[in-house]
């Protein structure tokens, strides 16, 4: 081992290795050490932490904790100060580019800062944070896809939890799936009556919205970018798609409504009226927050049921029995009218 250099080291001298805690420790107690008790430790000797005895060599002595800690602290004034430098410079230079072209508009006042595109899960979080911090009244939020996985209500639990501590009142739309899920009934519990919840057979992506003045909305498959709109009418738009979502979603407290079909469940009507439009299971399975397996064990049952024997035959018999009806959802997306109910 005898040999490496420092940059070999996976430690530096502020943070040592557990053998060379107990080598140095104990040099620092007694006032010197046996070498061969630190031949497992290198690191000791590349760091200048010990050094040899001019007296005996068979013995290290250890430099002083308060000469080390000098060390270290000058070590971390050479980086702030090159890191100063180095952002001196970078001022500098966009400055420079700044200057090259039009004069640009206060923050909020120009068309382009409407909309801003987040590239990056650290600017999405940072973002959320500050609109968390701004938001005074209410919270909306659409929760696609179905049971939460634990680590995602709790990414947003700090937020929720600073939120309901200033009194702001949220409503979180869900899909019927995510009833099923123990860790978001666990979430209701502690945020207690600052969230309100309610679940749709299936709903637009997701969508969070703070107190109907900027709005958060995905802007890739994998959500590692997003949209922050602060455009008034887009934003307004928004509000009245939740709003119109909200009153025909169902309150997480109250059972879901039987069907009128006997044999035919809740969600098998839902997925009887998306056959009746034409998806594929998967398109399916994805919209209703439920595996592309759970969703063909449905369609079997369905097709138990209503007695057919092939795909064909169930889009007849489910358009026979009345399955392929509009849904009371399906209309969320129109503009809205006059007579529209004020919302809170």
């Avoid at 409503?171 to 945020?191: C, S």
Wanted: glycine share 8%; aromatic share 4%.
């Amino acid at each position: 081992m005898a040999g490496h250099g420092t940059d070999e080291h996976p430690h530096g001298a502020d943070r040592l290795c557990e053998a060379g805690d107990r080598v140095y420790s104990r040099a620092v107690r007694r006032g010197r050490v046996a070498r061969c008790d630190a031949e497992q430790v290198p690191c000791l000797l590349e760091l200048a932490l010990l050094h040899p005895d001019p007296d005996d060599m068979d013995w290290l002595v250890p430099t002083s904790p308060q000469e080390v800690m000098t060390r270290l602290l000058r070590g971390v004034y050479d980086e702030v100060s090159a890191s100063q430098r180095r952002m001196g410079s970078a001022v500098a230079a966009f400055e420079w580019y700044a200057g090259l072209g039009p004069a640009v508009h206060p923050a909020g006042t120009a068309e382009g800062s409407a909309i801003r595109v987040l590239d990056g899960l650290s600017r999405i979080q940072a973002a959320m944070d500050e609109a968390t911090e701004a938001c005074t009244t209410e919270v909306l939020t659409v929760q696609p896809g179905g049971i939460r996985p634990e680590h995602e209500l709790t990414e947003g639990l700090h937020r929720a939890l600073a939120l309901r501590g200033r009194g702001v009142r949220m409503r979180d739309l869900y899909t019927h799936v995510a009833r099923h899920g123990q860790g978001l009934l666990n979430y209701l519990e502690l945020m207690g009556g600052s969230v309100e919840a309610r679940t749709l057979d299936e709903v637009i992506d997701r969508l969070i919205l703070f107190d109907r003045k900027v709005a958060f909305i995905p802007a890739n498959a994998d959500r590692t970018l997003a949209l922050e709109l602060r455009h008034p009418a887009l934003v307004e738009y928004l509000v009245t798609v939740f709003e119109r979502l909200w009153r025909l979603a169902i309150p997480l407290t109250a059972p879901l409504p039987d069907t009128g079909i006997e044999g035919i469940s809740h969600r098998e009507q839902s997925i009887a009226a998306l056959l009746a439009e034409g998806h594929q299971d998967a398109v399916i399975a994805e919209r209703l927050g439920i595996s592309v397996r759970t969703c063909r064990a449905h369609i079997a049952r369905l097709s138990e049921t209503l007695g057919a024997a092939s795909r064909t035959q169930l889009g007849v018999r489910i358009a026979q029995v009345g399955l392929d009806g509009p849904r009371d959802a399906a209309s969320y997306l129109s503009l809205p009218d006059q007579g529209s109910p004020s919302v809170r």
